[in-house]
């Protein structure tokens, strides 16, 4: 049985899936073009563990940070929402 770790873009959130053999390694997202590391899966990886049937993407991945530069931050609504 293949086993795949699954991770989110951290600049555009687009959820992807690999091996866990090629965690450390870089690559293009294919949503938004930004170079990312593919994140290294850890030792009591959840891939040994079935997952609860709970877990779902919205509170499995965490959403990145994403800062607002400067000179646009006084552009944005006070109750905008970033998607």
């Not at 866990?20 to 870089?26: A, F, K």
């Not at 931050?73 to 905008?80: G, I, K, P, S, Y």
Request: aromatic content about 8%.
């Amino acid at each position: 049985m293949n086993t795949y770790m699954k991770f989110a873009c951290i600049y555009c959130g687009q959820h992807m899936e690999c091996k866990p053999r090629l965690g450390g390694c870089q690559i293009l997202c294919p949503a938004c073009g930004h170079r990312i590391v593919i994140p290294v899966p850890q030792a009591n990886s959840t891939a040994s563990q079935p997952a609860p049937v709970r877990d779902a993407w919205d509170t499995s991945v965490p959403m990145p940070f994403v800062e607002i530069p400067t000179r646009y931050r006084n552009r944005m609504a006070h109750n905008a929402v970033l998607a």
